[in-house]
C-alpha cells in the first residue's frame, strides 16, 4: 500500500475524488491517503477532506518568501512517512528546495496539454481559443512550472461546449477519473 499526501489550495474536488478511489474504488488496497496539506488554511477542500476522516494541516504562506515557506513545508511532512506528494489543486510554484527534497514523488494534475499551456486558467484559454478538444495532463513536477516529464494525458471533447462553465464541467469531470487512474498505473509500474 502506498503512502500519499495531497496538497490543494482550494475547493480539492480532485481530492475528494482520489480520497473516494481510496477508500471505495480503483485506489483500494493500492494506496491510502496519509495526509491533505493546504497552503490556505480556509481552503474548502480541507473541510471536506476532515468529512472523509482524514488528518489535515495547513501552513499560511502569507507574507513568506517560497523557500522559507518550502521549508516550513518540509519541516512538518517529515513527521510522516509517504511515497508520493499529489497536488491537487495546489496553486503554488514549489522551489528548487522543495523539488530537490522529494524528486521524483512529485505529481501534479494540469487541466491542459503541458506542451502548449502551463500555469493559471488553462480552461479559460481553451474556451478563448475555441478548442475543440483540450486535455488533462498528469506530469511529474520539477522546478519550472508545468514542464515536468509527462506521465499520461486525456483528451475532453469541447465540441459543442458554448460557455466556459461547461468547458470546467467537461475537464473536470475527466480530471476527477483520470488522476486515479494515472496514480494506479504509476504505482503499479514502479513495484
Ligand atoms: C483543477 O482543474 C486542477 O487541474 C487545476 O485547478 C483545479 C483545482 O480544482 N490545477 C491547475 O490549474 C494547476 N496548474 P479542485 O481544487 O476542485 O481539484
Same mark, same amino acid.
Given at each position: 500500500?502506498?503512502?500519499?499526501?495531497?496538497?490543494?489550495?482550494?475547493?480539492?474536488?480532485?481530492?475528494?475524488?482520489?480520497?473516494?478511489?481510496?477508500?471505495?474504488?480503483?485506489?483500494?488496497?493500492?494506496?491510502?491517503?496519509?495526509?491533505?496539506?493546504?497552503?490556505?488554511?480556509?481552503?474548502?477542500?480541507?473541510?471536506?477532506?476532515?468529512?472523509?476522516?482524514?488528518?489535515?494541516?495547513?501552513?499560511?504562506?502569507?507574507?513568506?518568501?517560497?523557500?522559507?515557506?518550502?521549508?516550513?513545508?518540509?519541516?512538518?511532512?517529515?513527521?510522516? $512517512?509517504?511515497?508520493?506528494?499529489? #497536488? +491537487?489543486?495546489?496553486? @503554488?510554484?514549489? %522551489?528548487? !528546495?522543495?523539488?530537490?527534497?522529494?524528486?521524483?514523488?512529485?505529481?501534479?494534475?494540469?487541466?491542459?496539454?503541458t506542451?502548449?499551456?502551463?500555469?493559471?486558467?488553462?480552461?479559460?484559454?481553451?474556451?478563448?481559443?475555441?478548442?475543440?478538444?483540450?486535455?488533462?495532463t498528469?506530469h511529474?513536477?520539477?522546478?519550472?512550472?508545468?514542464?515536468?516529464k509527462i506521465i499520461a494525458q486525456?483528451?475532453?471533447?469541447?465540441?459543442?461546449?458554448?460557455?466556459?462553465? $461547461?468547458?470546467?464541467?467537461?475537464? #473536470? +469531470?475527466?480530471?476527477? @477519473?483520470?488522476? %486515479?487512474? !494515472?496514480?494506479?498505473?504509476?504505482?503499479?509500474?514502479?513495484?
Amino acid at each position: 500500500m502506498k503512502r500519499i499526501i495531497i496538497f490543494i489550495s482550494g475547493r480539492g474536488s480532485n481530492m475528494e475524488a482520489i480520497l473516494k478511489e481510496c477508500k471505495n474504488g480503483i485506489l483500494r488496497g493500492i494506496a491510502e491517503v496519509v495526509l491533505v496539506f493546504s497552503d490556505k488554511e480556509e481552503a474548502k477542500g480541507l473541510e471536506k477532506a476532515k468529512e472523509f476522516d482524514n488528518k489535515t494541516a495547513s501552513i499560511s504562506a502569507k507574507g513568506k518568501k517560497r523557500q522559507i515557506f518550502d521549508r516550513e513545508v518540509i519541516n512538518l511532512l517529515s513527521d510522516y $512517512e509517504f511515497d508520493y506528494i499529489v #497536488l +491537487a489543486g495546489y496553486m @503554488r510554484i514549489l %522551489s528548487d !528546495v522543495f523539488i530537490k527534497e522529494y524528486t521524483g514523488k512529485i505529481i501534479n494534475i494540469h487541466p491542459a496539454d503541458t506542451n502548449f499551456h502551463q500555469g493559471l486558467h488553462a480552461y479559460e484559454w481553451a474556451f478563448k481559443n475555441k478548442l475543440k478538444e483540450t486535455k488533462i495532463t498528469v506530469h511529474y513536477v520539477n522546478e519550472g512550472v508545468d514542464t515536468g516529464k509527462i506521465i499520461a494525458q486525456a483528451t475532453v471533447d469541447l465540441r459543442g461546449a458554448h460557455t466556459l462553465e $461547461e468547458v470546467e464541467k467537461r475537464g #473536470l +469531470a475527466v480530471e476527477h @477519473r483520470f488522476y %486515479s487512474e !494515472v496514480l494506479k498505473e504509476i504505482i503499479r509500474n514502479r513495484d
